[in-house]
């Protein structure tokens, strides 16, 4: 038995210490249960640590569309695209994006919208309360964020982008070239115009976000074992964790460690959840302060840029490799190359560190949240590059699972785990 504590001090386990794993736990203490915390790792130190910090409540589409078949090629043949799939890992990539275009199809893919929306237009709130409930307003800038264009053919695709956000009733407002360069005056000149996201922002530091939730677990009465859970089974009135430090008891878990979610689900609940990963990676400029106001995405170069207390973060490159591959920085570096001629100088690179991280990616685009198994196993994962934005309505979420929500919270039925 793991030796920190008794495991009859405990109602629940949360295992996964990201973005989503902490909020849940802050959330579940903060309701009177008695909450210990596990991972591998430090909390926030997985994919939590180094996503692009947007607030990305406008993004309420699914992660691909049926023009995904055209790019397919070029994803398989161009290590340095946007968007890569890499050819050794294809034969096990196959049957995740066979599903992910049955879910292109148009019923399905209203559905996904929907639920995608349902959670977007109740993140922002959720943020305030729990930022508010910590004093730490400050730390989420709701100063909104631009998607911009540089060539005259792209207004088209903007246009129709703008159109179909505007009948999913995200706030958007179109601005032309001079409304950008008023906002953003050191961006190039020759930058077209754009989409303002008036309903969004970013964190100044994704990380220390999720240090203040953290600490205010810990304050609540979370307690944080550092421990690699390696299995899971159900008993008649419990839950046995096997993990790297021995076993541990408990009368309920909450799964909700990303990208390594499937394996602890299918353990406990017989259903193979088809979990893949998005591999994510970041460039960290610290050399770079004041160049934006905002979070900045190109429409052509896919690729983000937001302003952080430790510098600019340039993220946005996906990659299909799996778990095991080791990371191809070279793909970080390239966002680099993708910011040149955005800006009337150039950044400044120097002391600049890459890092990629695993986004988890179901094929609907839909995370999961539910509780199963007469309430002995909940769920909360699945989030693909929406994982900080969502994080704190998915808490509100499975604190309502626990018998103590907040009211207005999405419906539960798109999230389902017997969906699969």
Same mark, same amino acid.
């Given at each position: 038995?793991?030796?920190?504590?008794p495991?009859?001090?405990?109602? $629940?386990?949360?295992?996964?210490?990201?973005i989503?794993? @902490?909020a849940?736990?802050?959330?579940?203490?903060?309701?009177?249960?008695?909450?210990?915390?596990l991972?591998? +790792?430090?909390?926030?130190?997985?994919?939590?640590?180094?996503?692009?910090?947007?607030?990305?409540?406008? +993004?309420v !589409?699914?992660?691909?569309?049926?023009?995904i078949?055209? #790019?397919l &090629?070029?994803?398989?043949?161009?290590p340095?695209g946007?968007?890569?799939?890499?050819?050794?890992?294809?034969?096990?990539?196959?049957?995740?994006?066979?599903?992910?275009?049955?879910?292109?199809?148009?019923?399905?893919?209203?559905?996904?919208?929907?639920? $995608?929306?349902?959670?977007? =237009?109740?993140?922002?709130?959720?943020?305030? #309360?729990?930022?508010g409930?910590?004093g730490?307003?400050e730390?989420?800038?709701?100063?909104g964020?631009l /998607?911009?264009?540089?060539?005259?053919?792209?207004?088209?695709?903007?246009?129709?982008l703008q159109?179909r956000m505007?009948?999913?009733?995200?706030?958007?407002?179109?601005? *032309?070239?001079?409304?950008?360069?008023?906002?953003? &005056?050191?961006?190039?000149?020759?930058?077209?115009g754009?989409?303002?996201f008036?309903?969004?922002?970013?964190?100044?530091?994704?990380?220390?976000?999720?240090?203040?939730?953290?600490?205010?677990?810990?304050?609540?009465? @979370?307690?944080?074992?550092?421990?690699?859970? *390696?299995?899971?089974?159900?008993?008649?009135?419990?839950?046995?964790?096997?993990?790297?430090?021995? =076993?541990?008891? @408990?009368?309920?878990?909450?799964?909700?460690?990303?990208?390594?979610?499937?394996? %602890?689900?299918?353990?406990?609940?017989?259903?193979?959840?088809? /979990?893949?990963?998005?591999r994510?990676?970041?460039?960290?400029?610290?050399?770079?302060? #004041?160049?934006?106001?905002?979070a900045?995405?190109?429409?052509?170069?896919?690729f983000?840029m937001?302003?952080?207390?430790?510098?600019?973060?340039?993220?946005g490159?996906?990659?299909?490799?799996?778990?095991?591959?080791p990371?191809?920085m070279?793909?970080?570096?390239?966002?680099?190359?993708l910011?040149?001629?955005l800006?009337? *100088?150039?950044l400044?690179?120097?002391?600049?560190?890459?890092?990629?991280?695993?986004? &988890?990616?179901?094929?609907?685009? %839909?995370?999961? $949240?539910?509780?199963?198994?007469?309430?002995r196993?909940?769920?909360?994962?699945?989030?693909?590059?929406?994982?900080?934005?969502?994080?704190?309505?998915?808490a509100?979420? $499975?604190?309502?699972?626990?018998?103590?929500?907040?009211?207005?919270?999405?419906?539960l039925?798109?999230?389902?785990?017997?969906? !699969?």
């Open positions: 038995m793991l030796t920190t504590f495991s009859s001090d405990l109602d $629940i386990a949360v295992i996964g210490a990201g989503v794993g @902490v849940c736990a802050l959330q579940l203490a903060r309701q009177g249960q008695r909450v210990v915390l991972d591998r +790792q430090a909390p926030g130190m997985g994919a939590s640590f180094g996503n692009a910090g947007h607030l990305a409540t406008e +993004q !589409f699914p992660i691909a569309d049926l023009s078949l055209k #790019r &090629p070029a994803m398989l043949m161009d340095m946007p968007l890569r799939l890499d050819w050794k890992y294809l034969p096990r990539a196959m049957p995740w994006f066979v599903r992910l275009l049955l879910n292109l199809r148009s019923n399905p893919f209203r559905r996904s919208v929907a639920g $995608i929306r349902a959670l977007n =237009e109740a993140s922002l709130g959720a943020w305030r #309360r729990v930022l409930s910590l730490r307003s730390m989420l800038q709701e100063d964020s /998607l911009v264009y540089e060539k005259p053919e792209s207004a088209p695709a903007l246009d129709a159109a505007l009948a999913q009733n995200v706030p958007v407002q179109r601005w *032309q070239a001079d409304a950008v360069r008023q906002a953003a &005056p050191q961006l190039s000149e020759h930058l077209q754009g989409l303002f008036p309903a969004t922002g970013h964190f100044l530091d994704p990380h220390e976000a999720v240090t203040a939730l953290y600490d205010a677990a810990l304050a609540a009465g @979370v307690r944080f074992v550092q421990c690699e859970v *390696q299995g899971a089974r159900l008993k008649a009135d419990s839950v046995t964790l096997a993990t790297d430090q021995g =076993e541990l008891d @408990v009368p309920r878990v909450l799964v909700t460690c990303g990208a390594h979610s499937a394996r %602890l689900t299918e353990a406990l609940t017989g259903t193979r959840v088809p /979990l893949d990963t998005e994510g990676y970041h460039l960290m400029l610290p050399h770079e302060h #004041r160049r934006l106001p905002f900045v995405t190109s429409l052509e170069r896919k983000i937001t302003p952080m207390s430790g510098g600019l973060r340039l993220a490159t996906v990659e299909f490799a799996g778990l095991e591959r990371a191809n070279a793909r970080a570096w390239q966002l680099q190359k910011s040149k001629g800006f009337k *100088q150039e400044d690179a120097r002391d600049a560190t890459p890092w990629m991280g695993f986004r &988890p990616s179901l094929p609907d685009s %839909l995370p999961v $949240i539910d509780r199963v198994c007469d309430g196993v909940l769920l909360a994962f699945g989030h693909q590059h929406l994982g900080l934005t969502q994080a704190a309505v998915t509100e979420m $499975i604190g309502g699972l626990m018998g103590s929500g907040v009211e207005g919270l999405p419906d039925e798109p999230y389902r785990l017997d969906r !699969f």
